[in-house]
């Protein structure tokens, strides 16, 4: 199936903000690995903490950047986007294309059985459920990105084995990366060896302090990647919250706080997300709040599960 993300056209009187995209993703991308050599250089354990959260949070802006390549919002020009795309997808670091295919599957399957993470059925252990989200939330989802690209990478036929179809979730994440995308993933997966390997070689990075800086970033990004969706209606489409949140933080997401919008327009370019706002009829909670929600764990399921898509509208009007 032709992948909707690469068909959808953003609407002409919202273009893709170029120039500024591309200066915020150089920007991203050099201070990163700055801060990845600073860590490395410093001692002081609580020095390298502080290092460790301010490199949290600007690895969530350039997930936000890798989240719009995969919508083909990052630059209007293709190889641009692509180009641009992968370099945000070093820093995190997954392959575009890897997460390009696998976020397609996200908009179709938004609050099917396949993404429902914060509810558990009556003939589910709640203990299996809640220690899945509490690992979820923790940031062990983090390192299974990575990992997992490697894995695809050196080993493709992984994609195929009872382990991974029989998995609710893992199956169709995987199942969306169809076999010629695997080229390009190694490619991608070998020139962010390449980036470390001369990082850690001319750089004098170490491990310990690498590992600890990423883990810093593991917590703060897997705790907000189901924030926008969790209690939310089981709808694939409405099944989403813009939420409020404070104007600093809403840069450094890149707007991704409203995420209704961007599930109703997911042509759209996060620069105008708030302008597609219905104040009237959508409630929009407190981010914060909405956040401190998640930690009091998953919760009995009351709906019927919605069906998947079998692709995305070109456009869903407000």
């Given at each position: 199936?032709?992948?909707?993300?690469?068909?959808?056209?953003?609407?002409?009187?919202?273009p893709?903000?170029?120039?500024?995209?591309a200066?915020?993703?150089?920007?991203?991308?050099?201070?990163?690995?700055?801060?990845?050599?600073?860590g490395?250089?410093?001692?002081?354990?609580?020095?390298?903490?502080?290092?460790?959260?301010l490199?949290?949070y600007?690895?969530?802006?350039?997930?936000?950047?890798?989240?719009?390549?995969?919508?083909?919002?990052?630059?209007?020009?293709?190889?641009?986007?692509?180009l641009?795309?992968?370099?945000a997808?070093m820093?995190?670091?997954?392959?575009?294309?890897?997460?390009?295919?696998?976020?397609?599957?996200?908009?179709?399957?938004?609050?099917?059985?396949?993404?429902?993470?914060?509810?558990?059925?009556?003939?589910?252990?709640?203990?299996?459920?809640?220690?899945?989200?509490y690992?979820?939330?923790?940031?062990f989802?983090?390192?299974?990105?990575?990992?997992?690209?490697?894995?695809?990478a050196?080993?493709?036929?992984?994609?195929?084995t009872?382990?991974?179809?029989?998995?609710r979730?893992?199956?169709?994440?995987?199942?969306?990366?169809r076999?010629?995308?695997?080229?390009?993933?190694?490619?991608?997966v070998?020139?962010?060896?390449?980036?470390?390997?001369?990082?850690?070689?001319?750089?004098?990075?170490?491990?310990?302090?690498?590992?600890?800086?990423?883990?810093c970033f593991?917590?703060?990004?897997?705790?907000?990647?189901?924030?926008g969706h969790?209690?939310?209606k089981r709808?694939?489409?409405?099944?989403?919250?813009?939420?409020?949140h404070?104007?600093?933080?809403?840069?450094v997401?890149?707007?991704?706080q409203?995420?209704?919008?961007h599930?109703?327009?997911?042509?759209?370019s996060?620069?105008?997300?708030?302008?597609?706002?219905?104040?009237?009829?959508?409630?929009?909670?407190?981010?914060?709040r909405?956040?401190?929600?998640?930690?009091r764990?998953?919760?009995l399921?009351?709906?019927?599960?919605?069906?998947?898509?079998?692709?995305?509208?070109?456009?869903?009007?407000?």
């Open positions: 199936m032709e992948s909707q993300l690469e068909r959808t056209a953003p609407p002409a009187d919202m893709i903000p170029d120039r500024l995209n200066m915020i993703t150089i920007f991203v991308f050099c201070a990163g690995v700055a801060l990845l050599l600073l490395s250089w410093l001692e002081w354990w609580p020095a390298v903490l502080a290092v460790g959260v490199f949290s600007l690895l969530l802006t350039n997930y936000a950047l890798l989240h719009e390549s995969a919508h083909h919002n990052l630059h209007s020009r293709p190889v641009l986007n692509r641009l795309g992968t370099l997808g820093l995190f670091p997954c392959p575009y294309s890897m997460i390009e295919a696998m976020h397609q599957g996200h908009h179709l399957r938004n609050r099917t059985d396949y993404e429902m993470f914060d509810l558990y059925y009556a003939t589910e252990s709640r203990v299996v459920r809640f220690v899945q989200w690992g979820i939330l923790c940031g989802f983090w390192p299974v990105v990575p990992l997992g690209a490697v894995l695809f050196g080993c493709p036929a992984i994609l195929r009872r382990l991974i179809t029989g998995a979730s893992a199956s169709y994440l995987v199942g969306d990366i076999q010629d995308r695997i080229r390009a993933i190694r490619w991608e070998l020139a962010t060896v390449l980036l470390f390997g001369l990082l850690f070689w001319l750089g004098g990075l170490k491990w310990q302090n690498t590992l600890f800086l990423y883990g593991a917590f703060n990004w897997s705790t907000r990647q189901y924030i969790a209690f939310t709808d694939v489409i409405e099944g989403a919250y813009n939420l409020r404070n104007r600093v933080m809403s840069w997401l890149m707007n991704s409203w995420d209704l919008n599930h109703r327009h997911p042509e759209v996060w620069y105008y997300l708030p302008r597609l706002a219905r104040e009237t009829d959508d409630p929009q909670p407190s981010y914060i909405q956040y401190w929600r998640l930690w764990g998953p919760r399921n009351t709906e019927p599960a919605p069906e998947s898509l079998r692709e995305l509208p070109l456009s869903i009007h407000s």
